[in-house]
């Protein structure tokens, strides 16, 4: 067995305090010290480094104790930023947030599809300039893309944005030429379920799966607190499920919101489904309204998509399954034939115990997923990353 050296056991103690703080916000060290189990002096130790390196900082003085006044500390904003970008088929979405977690920007730019590639690199390049206006670092950058996304960053295969093998990490990285920057590309129900894991207010989350279906029906799975990438990056594809036989629709035929779009407004111009907030919205004026014909359509994806989840809970039993960005909106007219179907086609009891709710993120959860990313990684307690700030 390897033991582990004085930096290593230093990085976990500093990730300890990180993520206390993170998890708990303001903190004196005694507090710390008796939360964490670590002595008094060690976090003095941490602490100060942490302070040095403009990661915490402190906030005053509390009274909440027997005895003299403790400083509390906190997680500072002030000198490091992270950025997420959100590519879908006609819009680009970008997100900054400092360490602390706090929103800076969040931009919403129309995109054409044989044009996002420069448009992406602009938005980024502005995005890290007006973050760097406020004068902080950008730890790192990530893209969020639909479909099957490869360790390397390749965009192997995208059908939403018609892109195959598309190496956007080596194009954004070459155009952005920006030394320092962490530069990533991942998929963007992952993304959406690490931002749902973090920020989603959900406690004990560490079995969670994130369902979107903004574009095509896509599955982001953290598994014991960890997103799942599989071998190749390539999981939550479950989209392509076929319920049935050979030739059958698949579970994106049935359960996709475009498809639901279409089956509750027939009448609606496909030409604008390109951006479907306005569709589903209007879905949504029908069914309150009590329109028979958009319930059972709501009612009919809910149960498709509920026996869909079924597979999913049999497959990583989660803790919570979310349904995200256009399924929120609706949520209240899905969750109860999916729930119905969820525990029917699940083997366990009371479907292994997962809970089916609406994502209160928004449409740009996997956006804030690629800027929380670079945050983790320095929660880690590896602060060598920050050295050239």
């Not at 949504?284 to 026996?307: E, F, K, M, S, Y």
Request: include cysteine; charged fraction near 15%.
């Amino acid at each position: 067995m390897k033991t582990a050296d004085f930096t290593d056991v230093r990085a976990t103690n500093l990730a300890v305090v990180l993520r206390h703080l993170r998890a708990n916000g303001p903190s004196s060290r005694a507090a710390i010290a008796a939360s964490t189990g670590l002595n008094k002096a060690t976090v003095s130790s941490l602490t100060s480094d942490l302070i040095g390196q403009r990661l915490l900082r402190e906030t005053g003085l509390t009274g909440n104790r027997i005895g003299r006044p403790a400083t509390e500390l906190a997680l500072d904003g002030s000198a490091y930023a992270a950025i997420g970008l959100q590519v879908a088929a006609d819009r680009l979405t970008a997100l900054a947030v400092d360490f602390a977690g706090e929103q800076l920007l969040l931009w919403h730019r129309a995109v054409r599809a044989d044009r996002a590639g420069t448009a992406i690199t602009a938005l980024a390049q502005r995005a890290a300039s007006r973050v760097r206006q406020q004068g902080r670092h950008v730890l790192g950058l990530t893209v969020a893309v639909p479909g099957l996304v490869a360790d390397g960053g390749t965009v192997r295969l995208s059908p939403p944005l018609g892109w195959a093998d598309l190496d956007l990490r080596g194009l954004l990285s070459g155009s952005l030429r920006q030394s320092g920057l962490t530069v990533a590309v991942a998929n963007h129900a992952v993304l959406a379920a690490v931002a749902e894991q973090r920020h989603g207010g959900h406690p004990g989350g560490a079995n969670l799966t994130y369902v979107t279906g903004a574009a095509g029906v896509e599955a982001g799975l953290v598994v014991d607190g960890r997103p799942l990438a599989g071998a190749h990056g390539f999981t939550g594809q479950i989209g392509r499920f076929t319920l049935g036989p050979a030739g059958a629709p698949t579970l994106q035929d049935l359960a996709g919101v475009e498809p639901l779009v279409r089956r509750a407004l027939p009448d609606f111009d496909p030409e604008s489904l390109g951006d479907l907030s306005p569709a589903v919205e209007q879905v949504a004026v029908q069914a309150r309204a009590g329109d028979a014909a958009t319930l059972q359509a709501l009612r009919d994806t809910g149960c498709h998509l509920g026996q869909g989840l079924a597979l999913l809970a049999n497959l990583v039993n989660p803790e919570l399954i979310v349904l995200g960005d256009h399924y929120a909106a609706l949520a209240e007219w899905l969750i109860p034939a999916a729930e119905t179907e969820l525990a029917r086609h699940t083997l366990a009891p009371e479907a292994g115990g997962a809970r089916l709710i609406a994502s209160r993120l928004g449409l740009h959860a996997a956006a804030l997923g690629g800027a929380v990313t670079h945050l983790d990684r320095v929660d880690t307690g590896d602060l060598s990353r920050l050295a050239h700030a």
